[in-house]
């Protein structure tokens, strides 16, 4: 690449604003709803040693790979074993 080309390039970033946090963006929407976690979360208290299988056969529309982000990431539950369970039940 030649000098001119690089110079070209420096100059051309200099002028972006750099910005490392992410913004906003159209597109999908997320599935994860504040009353679909809600919801998970009332089966789960109905029965504390769950899996992501019976969760999956209660909420057949929601994909088990977005149950276990609702379960590890937004209730905070452990896995124990094969099963799940919550630090606050402990």
Known sequence: ??????????GAFKD??????NEERSGRPSVITEDLVQ????KVREN???SISTLSNEFPQVSRSVLYGIVSEH???LKLCSRW????FL
């Open 1 to 10: 690449m030649s000098e001119g080309m690089v110079r070209k390039w420096v």
């Open 16 to 21: 972006v604003p750099t910005n490392i946090h």
């Open 39 to 42: 919801k998970v979360d009332g």
């Open 48 to 50: 504390r040693f769950f």
């Open 75 to 77: 209730l905070n539950y």
């Open 85 to 88: 369970t919550g630090g606050r």
